[in-house]
C-alpha cells in the first residue's frame, strides 16, 4: 500500500515536472533593474509554511529555511518568538536582503542538499514556488541537476524586486507573492491592503495561478496576516510591565535550571539511543521539546527567557557527539591536532571540523549562535557535553581550511596572494556578516572582538566571522567589564562601558586598515594602527596611501583609487563619535560599489586566468 502510493507521488511528481516545463512565468528571475544603486533593499517573501517540507511546523524552520532567525520572522509577522506552532500552509512574511545577482534580482538563499532534494523539488515545494529550478540551475554553474551530492550547498535564488517605479506612497518594501488559484488581483490587493492599478502597474496584466507577483506592503502585518491569524494563546499583558524586574530575574533562574534539566534529557537521550532503540529516542526528544516550551510560556514574558525556548532548537539543530568520538577524532586532544589556543581540528567521517573546548560558560556562545545561521559566519554543526570529566562542553564548528586573516597578513609569501580583489572580498564578506548579525537578530548581537584573527578564510578564501564568546545581545547596554583586544578597541567603549554596534564597526575600520597595509592593528609599544593612520594617512591624499600600502599589494597591479575609497571608508569607521559612524549596511553598500569593477569578472564561471594580474590569481581559484 505504502509503495504504490509512493509511486504515485512519484508518477505526479514527473508528470508535474513536465507541465511546468513549458513556460513558467519569470522561470529565470527578475532582471535587475538598470539603476543598480537601488540595491540591496530591504523585501519579503510571503510563504506557506509547507507542513510536509518542514522538520517541524514552527517558526525557527521556517527561519532555518530562509537563513533569517526566529525573531526577525516572528517580528515581521507581528508575532510572538516563542510562540506555539504553526498552522499548515499558515501565510507568513519572510524578511529578505535582495540583490542583484548575476543581472536578475534575488535574495541568495545557501540550502544544503538532502536525500531526495532536486532543485525542481526544493524549488517548487520547500519554497513554493518563491524560485524556480531554471533560476537555480543558473545560480549553480558548478552543480550537476541530475546528480546533486547530498550535503552540498545549492544557492536559491528567491524572487525578490527593489522598488523600481515610483509610486505615490512608498511602501515598507516589496513582497514576493505566489498567486493561489483562488486569488484575483483584486482580492490580493485587499490583502495587502493596495489597489489592483498598483498591481498591475508593477507585474502588467494578471497571468497564470502560481506565477511570482510583487505586491507593496505598507504595514506589518498586513491585512492577510490579520484576518488569517489564530487566536493568540492566552497571556496576562498586565503582569509584564511592573514586575519586569522581577520576571526577568526568575526567567535566568529557570533558564539555567531548564538548561540543566535538557541536558539531563540528552545524556539520557543519548544513552538510550546507544541502546539501539532509536525510534523511541525520537519520543524522548519530542518530550524533550515539549517540556521547554511548556516552561517558556510559564515565563514568557521577559527577554532573558528566550534562551530556555532556544535550547530545545539545538536538539534539532544540531549534532550531539559523544566525548569519545571527540578524543578519537583529535588525537585525545593532543597538542599534534591543536589549532590554535583551546581549538582542535578533528576528523570525523572524512570531514574535517574544528572543536572548540568550553569552559563551562558555553551558554552565551550557543545562545548566539543558534540565532544566526549565515553564510559569512562560522557555523555551528554540533556539540558534546563530556558527564564524566564534570561538565566539560565543546561546540563543534565547521572547519576553515585557510586559517584566520592574520596569519595571510602577516606571512609575506601568504599576503602576496591576498591581492587587492581578494582583500576587498575578504571586507565585504566580514561586512555582510556583521551586517547580518545587526540588523537581522533581535535583541541585536554585538559582537565585541572583531578582530583579523577572528576572520576564517576558507578553500576560496571567502571570509567568515568566528568566535563570537564575547558577543552579546542586546545593544545600548553599559558594562563596566572591559573586554576586548588592544588595537581594535572603540573610544566610547573604552571611557564608558557603551556597547552598540558602532564598537563593531569601529573595529571593522581597523581591520580594513589591516587589509590596506598588511600592518597589526597593535604595533610596537601598544602603538594602535588607527593612531598612526589618523596622523599620517587620512586626508592627506593618493600619495600617503600609496607610501602607507602594504608592500605585497604594491607588487601587484591594484587601482589606486580603490584603496583611496577604501581608506576613507576605514575614515569614517573610525570617528571618534559613534552616532557618526556608519552603520555596517551603509559600509556593506559603500563596499560592493568598490567591489564592482571585479564583480562580472568573478561571476563568469570563475575562471580568473583572464585577469590582468594573472600570476596571482591562478592559486586563488579553485
Ligand atoms: C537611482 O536610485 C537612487 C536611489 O533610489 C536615486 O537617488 C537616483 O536618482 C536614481 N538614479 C537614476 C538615474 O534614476
Ligand atoms: C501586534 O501584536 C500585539 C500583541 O499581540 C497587538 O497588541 C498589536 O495590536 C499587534 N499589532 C498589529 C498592527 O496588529
Ligand atoms: C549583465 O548585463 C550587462 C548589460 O546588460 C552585460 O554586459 C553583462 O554581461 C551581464 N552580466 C552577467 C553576469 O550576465
Ligand atoms: C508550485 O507550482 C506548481 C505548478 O507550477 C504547483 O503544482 C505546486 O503545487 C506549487 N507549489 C505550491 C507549494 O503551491
Ligand atoms: C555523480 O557525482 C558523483 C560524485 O560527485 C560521481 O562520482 C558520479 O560519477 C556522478 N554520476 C554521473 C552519472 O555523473
Ligand atoms: C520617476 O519620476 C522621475 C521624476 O519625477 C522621472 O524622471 C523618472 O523617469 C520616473 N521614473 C519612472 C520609472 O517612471
Ligand atoms: C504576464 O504575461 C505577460 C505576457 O505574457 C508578461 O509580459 C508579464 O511579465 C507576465 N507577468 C507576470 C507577473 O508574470
Ligand atoms: C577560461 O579561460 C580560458 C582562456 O581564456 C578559456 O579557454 C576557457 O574556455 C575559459 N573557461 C570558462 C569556464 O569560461
Ligand atoms: C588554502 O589552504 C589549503 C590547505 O592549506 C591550500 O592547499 C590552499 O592552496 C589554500 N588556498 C589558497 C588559495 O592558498
Not at 537521550?269 to 524533550?288: M, P, V
Not at 563551562?360 to 558534546?384: M, P, S, T, Y
Not at 578564510?457 to 567589564?481: I, M, Q, S, Y
Request: some cysteine; hydrophobic content about 40%.
Amino acid at each position: 500500500m505504502m509503495s504504490f502510493s509512493f509511486f504515485l507521488l512519484l508518477a505526479l511528481d514527473l508528470l508535474l515536472q513536465s507541465v511546468d516545463g513549458q513556460t513558467p512565468p519569470l522561470s529565470d528571475g527578475v532582471p535587475c533593474a538598470a539603476n543598480r544603486s537601488i540595491y540591496p533593499c530591504s523585501a519579503y517573501a510571503l510563504y506557506r509554511a509547507a507542513a510536509d517540507q518542514l522538520p517541524a511546523l514552527d517558526l525557527a524552520s521556517v527561519g532555518d529555511l530562509f537563513g533569517a532567525s526566529r525573531l526577525s520572522v516572528a517580528r515581521s509577522n507581528n508575532l510572538s518568538a516563542t510562540g506555539a506552532a504553526l498552522r499548515p500552509y499558515q501565510p507568513l512574511l519572510v524578511p529578505l536582503t535582495c540583490s542583484c545577482n548575476s543581472n536578475r534580482s534575488s535574495a541568495a538563499i545557501p540550502y544544503q542538499i538532502a536525500a531526495g532534494d532536486t532543485f525542481y523539488q526544493v524549488s517548487t515545494f520547500k519554497f513554493g514556488n518563491l524560485t524556480s529550478y531554471p533560476a537555480v540551475e543558473l545560480d549553480n554553474p558548478t552543480l550537476i541537476p541530475t546528480n546533486l551530492s547530498i550535503g552540498v550547498t545549492a544557492v536559491f535564488p528567491i524572487f525578490c524586486r527593489c522598488l523600481d517605479i515610483n509610486m505615490t506612497r512608498r511602501p515598507l518594501g516589496l513582497v514576493t507573492y505566489v498567486l493561489q488559484p483562488s486569488d484575483t488581483y483584486a482580492s490580493v490587493a485587499a490583502s495587502f491592503a493596495t489597489d489592483v492599478p498598483t498591481l498591475i502597474a508593477l507585474n502588467g496584466p494578471q497571468n497564470g495561478t502560481f506565477s511570482v507577483i510583487f505586491v507593496p506592503l505598507y504595514q506589518i502585518p498586513p491585512p492577510l496576516l490579520l484576518s488569517d491569524s489564530s487566536p493568540a494563546p492566552a497571556s496576562s499583558p498586565d503582569v509584564e510591565n511592573d514586575r519586569d524586574g522581577v520576571i526577568t530575574g526568575l526567567a535566568i533562574g529557570l533558564g539555567i535550571t531548564g538548561f540543566l534539566l535538557l541536558l539531563s534529557v540528552i545524556s539520557l537521550w543519548i544513552s538510550t539511543s546507544k541502546d539501539g532503540k532509536s525510534s523511541s529516542s525520537n519520543n524522548e526528544l519530542a518530550s524533550a521539546t515539549t517540556n521547554a516550551g511548556k516552561m517558556e510560556f510559564a515565563v514568557r514574558s521577559s527577554e532573558e527567557d528566550k534562551l530556555i525556548g532556544e535550547i530545545s532548537e539545538w536538539l534539532d539543530k544540531y549534532k550531539v557527539y559523544s566525548i569519545e568520538e571527540l578524543k578519537r577524532s583529535t588525537c585525545d586532544f593532543g597538542a599534534s591536532c591543536r589549532v590554535m589556543g583551546s581549538v582542535y581540528k578533528g576528523i570525523m567521517h572524512g570531514e574535517a571540523f574544528a572543536i572548540k573546548k568550553m569552559k563551562w560558560n558555553a551558554r552565551d556562545e550557543l545562545k548566539i549562535l543558534q540565532k544566526v545561521n549565515h553564510i559569512n559566519l562560522v557555523k555551528l554543526e554540533g556539540f558534546c557535553i563530556d558527564d564524566s570529566s564534570g561538565g566539560g562542553c565543546y561546540l563543534v564548528y565547521e572547519y576553515l581550511e585557510n586559517g584566520s586573516l592574520d596569519r595571510w597578513l602577516r606571512e609575506p609569501g601568504l599576503a602576496r596572494k591576498l591581492d587587492w580583489r581578494v582583500r576587498v572580498r575578504i571586507a565585504l564578506d566580514l561586512a555582510n556578516g556583521l551586517q547580518y548579525i545587526h540588523e537581522h537578530t533581535w535583541p541585536r548581537v554585538v559582537h565585541k572582538d572583531v578582530k583579523t584573527s577572528n576572520v576564517l578564510l576558507d578553500h576560496r578564501l571567502r571570509a567568515k566571522v568566528a568566535n563570537f564568546g564575547l558577543a552579546r545581545a542586546g545593544f545600548n547596554a553599559v558594562t563596566t567589564h572591559i573586554v576586548g583586544t588592544q588595537g581594535y578597541v572603540a573610544p566610547e567603549y573604552l571611557a564608558d562601558g557603551l556597547v552598540t554596534t558602532k564598537m563593531d564597526v569601529f573595529a571593522y575600520g581597523v581591520v580594513l586598515l589591516e587589509l590596506v597595509s598588511g600592518r597589526e592593528a597593535a604595533g610596537a609599544g601598544g602603538r594602535a594602527l588607527w593612531a598612526e593612520a589618523e596622523r599620517t594617512v587620512f586626508g592627506r591624499g593618493k600619495e600617503a596611501v600609496a607610501a602607507w600600502m602594504d608592500s605585497a599589494l604594491a607588487a601587484s597591479t591594484c587601482a589606486l583609487e580603490s584603496v583611496v575609497a577604501v581608506v576613507d571608508l576605514a575614515r569614517e569607521c573610525l570617528r571618534k563619535n559613534p552616532t557618526r559612524r556608519p552603520s555596517m549596511v551603509e559600509v556593506a553598500y559603500t563596499l560592493s560599489k568598490a567591489e564592482e569593477p571585479f564583480a562580472f569578472a568573478d561571476d563568469s564561471a570563475e575562471n580568473l586566468s583572464v585577469d590582468e594580474s594573472s600570476s596571482n590569481l591562478h592559486k586563488i581559484g579553485r
